[in-house]
């Protein structure tokens, strides 16, 4: 390597290292901004084929569809109750009738609760893992081309992490 090659290699290794870096807020919805919000004639999933082992949950997601877009641009969510301290989550496509699975729900994530905008694909869960309802998770999920990724998991005890706002107790979480 030549003496020009090598300090100009050296300089740039240098500046590379130096700057700073960044980590994107898993728990911050301005991070997973969508930039469309579908506005078209809402789809209705097939529950006679592709989205038949939704049927028994057809009425309660139909209606909540009908109610419009409220995630990542295009999606409805769907919560209910399946006894006491468990509820399903099902994601609904506005645009082309397909429902998805969230991750979390039913009886192993009691109390559970959602954070999630209309311009955002990230989806706060917050659920307790005790049965005295004492400790709970909040989680980031990141829903992309009709996929969940986790993003971060947090634990804590407390109402100012385990009631109201999700987003709020993932703040109060981190010490923020």
């Given at each position: 390597m030549?003496?020009?090659?090598g ?21 911050d ?27 028994f ?17 295009e ?12 509820t ?34 990230l ?10 309802w ?21 634990a ?17 979480a981190?010490?923020?």
């Amino acid at each position: 390597m030549t003496r020009t090659k090598g300090f100009v290699f050296a300089a740039m290794v240098t500046i590379a290292t130096q700057a700073p870096v960044q980590a994107a807020d898993s728990f911050d919805f301005s991070e997973h901004r969508v930039d469309r919000v579908f506005q078209g004639k809402l789809r209705l999933p097939d529950f006679k084929k592709r989205d038949k082992d939704f049927g028994f949950f057809k009425t309660r997601i139909t209606n909540e569809m009908r109610e419009g877009v409220t995630f990542a641009g295009e999606y409805s969510v769907v919560q209910f109750g399946c006894g006491t301290g468990c509820t399903n989550v099902v994601v609904a496509n506005n645009r082309t009738g397909q429902l998805y699975d969230f991750p979390r729900g039913g009886e192993f994530n009691q109390a559970l609760t959602l954070g999630f905008q209309l311009n955002s694909s990230l989806m706060l869960a917050r659920w307790y893992t005790d049965s005295l309802w004492e400790t709970c998770v909040i989680e980031a999920f990141v829903f992309e081309e009709g996929k969940w990724i986790a993003k971060e998991a947090l634990a804590g005890k407390g109402e100012e992490i385990c009631e109201g706002d999700v987003a709020a107790g993932a703040t109060n979480a981190r010490g923020f």
